[in-house]
C-alpha cells in the first residue's frame, strides 16, 4: 500500500509502478484543480534571481496581505513553512497533558504528540460524521489540547463557527487549549471561520493554510492565528528563515487574485456536486455531503475494499486516497478530490467499470 498517512505520495506510486508521474491523475491530494494562480507563478517567475538573498524573516509584506485576507490584524499571525510546521511547534509550545481529538481526522495532530494520552471522541457515519461539540465541552479539562478540523479531513464536515467559539470559550475557563485547523476553510467562502473571535481567547489558535486553495503545496507556506501571548510561545518554537523568498512573493500575488479565487469558488462548488451525484450513482458506493474540496466515500457494499478499487484505479494512472490509515475508518473508505469537469467524468467511468467487476 501506498498511501501511508498522506494523499499526494505520486512518487512513491511513480518508483512502484515505474511510470511517469506526470501521467499520473491525482484524486488523492486535496488541491485546487486550477492549478497555482498564474500571476503567482509568472511572479515566480520574475523574482527568481531573488534567491540569492535571504528571504524576509518577518515576511512582512506577505503577513500583512494575509491579514487583510483573513480580516485580522497583522500582529496576530504567525508564518510558517506549511501547516504541519505551524502544528508540531505548537504542540511543543502548548506542553499538553491530554490530546482531545474527534475522529477521523487529520494525523499529524496525533503525530505531533506521540505517547501522550488521548481521548478521542469518534464521530458516527451514520450521522455524516457530524461533530459532537456539547460532548466534547462535556470532556475537556485543565491541561488538555483539543484539535478541530473545519472542514474536517476526512469527512469534508463543516461545524458551525458560533458553536467552535463557545467551545474556545469552555476551553479557557477549565484551563484547556483548542486549536481550529482552518486549511479548507478558503473553499467554503470562509463561512464558518472563528476568526476574529477567537482571538480574545488566550488559549485558542487557528491554523491555515495558503497552499491548498491557491495550489503552492510544492512551495509550503502555513499560518497561525492567535493572541500575543501564545503567538509568542508558538514563534520561541519556530526556526528563524523558514519562508522562502519564492514562497512569500507567491503567496502575495495570489491573496490580491480576486478572480481566480472567484473562479476557484465556482468551480468547486459546480464539480463538487456533480461528482457526488456521480459517485452516488454508483452500486455499491455511498459518499458523503461534504463542504470541503473532496469526498469521503464507503465503498463496504461494493464488494472491493478501499485498496483494491486504488490498485485497479492505478493502474488506470488515477491515485485515490485509502483512507485507513485514519483512526475511526476501516478498509472500506476512501477519499477523492474534486478535479476538472473531465477529470471527475474518467474517474466515475472508470470507478463505475471497477465496481461491475466485482
Known amino acids: 500500500m501506498l498511501n501511508a498517512y498522506h494523499g499526494g505520495n505520486i512518487w512513491a506510486a511513480a518508483r512502484k509502478y515505474n511510470r511517469d508521474p506526470k501521467k499520473f491523475i491525482d484524486f488523492s491530494a486535496n488541491i485546487n484543480p486550477l492549478g497555482p494562480p498564474p500571476t503567482a507563478v509568472e511572479a515566480i517567475k520574475d523574482a527568481a534571481e531573488l534567491v540569492k538573498h535571504y528571504p524576509d524573516p518577518d515576511a512582512s509584506l506577505l503577513k500583512y496581505k494575509l491579514s487583510r485576507y483573513l480580516n485580522i490584524p497583522e500582529e496576530t499571525l504567525l508564518l510558517g513553512n506549511g501547516g504541519a510546521e505551524i502544528i508540531y511547534a505548537a504542540c511543543r509550545a502548548l506542553k499538553p497533558k491530554r490530546l482531545v481529538l474527534p475522529v477521523p481526522t487529520f494525523s499529524e495532530y496525533r503525530q505531533a504528540l506521540p505517547g501522550l494520552p488521548a481521548r478521542y471522541v469518534y464521530l458516527e457515519p451514520e450521522n455524516n460524521f457530524t461533530l459532537p461539540v456539547e460532548k466534547i465541552m462535556k470532556l475537556i479539562r485543565p491541561g488538555d489540547v483539543a484539535f478541530i478540523c473545519n472542514p474536517n479531513n476526512p469527512t469534508g464536515y463543516l461545524a458551525a ?15 484547556a487549549a483548542l486549536v481550529v485547523d482552518e486549511a479548507f476553510m478558503d473553499f467554503t467562502g470562509h ?13 485558542a489558535a487557528v491554523v491555515g493554510s495558503l497552499t491548498k486553495f491557491f495550489a503552492l503545496p510544492g512551495l509550503r507556506l502555513g499560518y497561525l492565528a492567535a493572541g500575543g501571548e501564545l ?28 478572480s481566480y479565487i472567484k473562479e476557484t469558488l465556482k468551480l468547486i462548488d459546480k464539480e463538487k456536486q456533480y461528482l457526488f451525484d456521480g459517485l452516488s450513482k454508483i452500486p455499491g458506493l455511498k459518499p ?26 492505478v493502474h488506470k494512472n488515477i491515485i485515490i486516497r485509502v483512507a485507513d490509515s485514519f483512526a475511526g475508518l476501516d478498509e472500506n473508505y476512501f477519499r477523492v478530490a474534486v478535479r476538472s469537469r473531465s477529470e471527475n467524468q474518467l474517474l466515475l467511468r472508470v470507478l463505475n467499470e471497477v465496481v461491475e467487476q466485482c
Open 191 to 203: 463561512k464558518e471561520t472563528v476568526l476574529p473571535g477567537v482571538l480574545k481567547y488566550s488559549s
Open 161 to 175: 463557527g458560533k458553536e467552535l467559539l463557545e467551545l474556545a470559550e469552555r476551553a479557557d475557563k477549565v484551563g
Open 288 to 313: 458523503y455531503p461534504s463542504r470541503a474540496n473532496f469526498i469521503l466515500v464507503n465503498c463496504r457494499s461494493a464488494g472491493k475494499s478501499a485498496e483494491e478499487i486504488y490498485e485497479k484505479l
Open 231 to 258: 503567538l509568542g510561545k508558538v514563534n520561541k518554537e519556530l526556526p528563524p528563515w523558514r519562508v522562502n523568498v519564492l514562497a512569500q512573493i507567491a503567496g502575495e500575488i495570489a491573496l490580491e487574485d480576486k
